[in-house]
């Protein structure tokens, strides 16, 4: 009787474990990094808790981009090619990137803050 309910619970064990084991074990693709947008779809540029955001995204050469400022506190868009003034909460900047090339960007307040434009 022992070995007959030794068997059953071992047996119930193996079961239990190959149906976790097999509904665990999807092939999922893990997401793409925030770093490293593929052509965004928007082309804009959420500011917000003192980031870029995606701090980094392609696009095509003739693109508009757009930081949209959602924090509380002021920023400034400062590059090489480009500038913005101060921006206040849900003020923006736009920008059209005529020419190949990477451009790398800062906040003038923040200089911690950084980003990059890929024109391809």
Do not use: R
């Not at 593929?38 to 050469?61: C, L, M, W």
């Not at 200089?111 to 391809?120: A, E, F, N, T, Y």
């Amino acid at each position: 009787m022992k070995k007959n309910l030794l068997i059953i619970m071992l047996l119930t064990f193996l079961f239990v474990t190959l149906i976790l084991i097999t509904g665990c074990s999807g092939t999922t693709q893990a997401p793409e990094s925030t770093s490293e947008q593929q052509n965004s779809a928007s082309n804009s540029i959420a500011i917000e808790n003192f980031v870029f955001n995606p701090d980094t995204i392609k696009v095509p050469v003739g693109t508009s981009v757009e930081w949209i400022n959602k924090d509380s506190a002021p920023h400034t868009i400062k590059a090489e090619k480009f500038n913005s003034d101060s921006l206040s909460t849900n003020d923006s900047f736009k920008f059209t990137f005529d020419s190949p090339g990477t451009y790398e960007y800062q906040c003038g307040i923040h200089p911690s803050m950084k980003g990059k434009i890929i024109v391809q």
